[in-house]
């Protein structure tokens, strides 16, 4: 396996809360994806760096990838490279964070009083946010978002859609195996050259809110800091 610090990094094309993006001059098309040893909640309010967070943050996603491509799901990712950094298809990011949620809590209760905590969704609850605010699907169609070349309209709406539909339903019963409930996940789109949309960025334990046994008290994810830790002995 080809490790991140014998690959001829270009300039860095991005830098988030918890990775960073370079080129990859020797892979023409492809992107080191990086991740931090950096964890954030409450929409960044806490930030703490942790030690081995970047490890684990990178094994969930390739893993979570590598699992999703076996199911058919198009992905940007191409291969782990290191222990804390992952090759990828370099892909123009459609800006709209797509949440799917099975379970009522959190922040969908504040935006919908009146609907109880623990209120199960058949078929899942799909949202759509753009940057904080949220969206609908006729706002993500009229807006006309220009991609690497392809306009967001209709059927590429519908495309994500579905998909994120599909790959919630995926990690759900991959999580069940574990004796963990999936209750909500956001992910993220991008645009490769040849205008298709595919599943890029990440998908790590930053992603999704997790119960296991489907026990709210114990829930593991990045808005309880001691429990992050936990969960990367999970990954699948």
Known sequence: MESSGELRLGKKLNEGKTKEVYELPDHPGCVLMQSKDQITAGNAAR?????????????????IFKLLQEAG??????????????IATHCEMIP????????????????NPGVPEGYKFYPPKMELFFKDPQWSEEQLIAAKLNCAGLVIGQAEVDIMSHSTV???????????????????MKIEFGV???????????????SWRLWPAGDKTQQKD???FPAYKLIGSRAM
């Not at 930030?47 to 893993?63: F, L, R, V, Y």
């Open 73 to 86: 799901i198009k992905t940007a990712f191409v291969k782990k490279c290191s222990a804390t950094g992952f």
């Open 96 to 111: 709209i964070e797509w949440v799917c949620r099975r379970i009522a809590t959190g922040s969908f209760l504040k935006r």
């Open 222 to 224: 990045k808005q309880v």
């Open 47 to 63: 930030k703490d760096h942790m030690e081995g967070k970047a490890s684990i943050s990178n094994k969930t996603t390739c893993c």
């Open 192 to 206: 490769v050259t040849k205008k298709e949309i595919v599943l890029a960025d990440v998908i790590d334990n930053d």
């Open 166 to 184: 599909a790959i919630f339903e995926i990690l759900e019963k991959a999580w069940s195996t574990q004796d963990c409930t999936l209750v909500d």
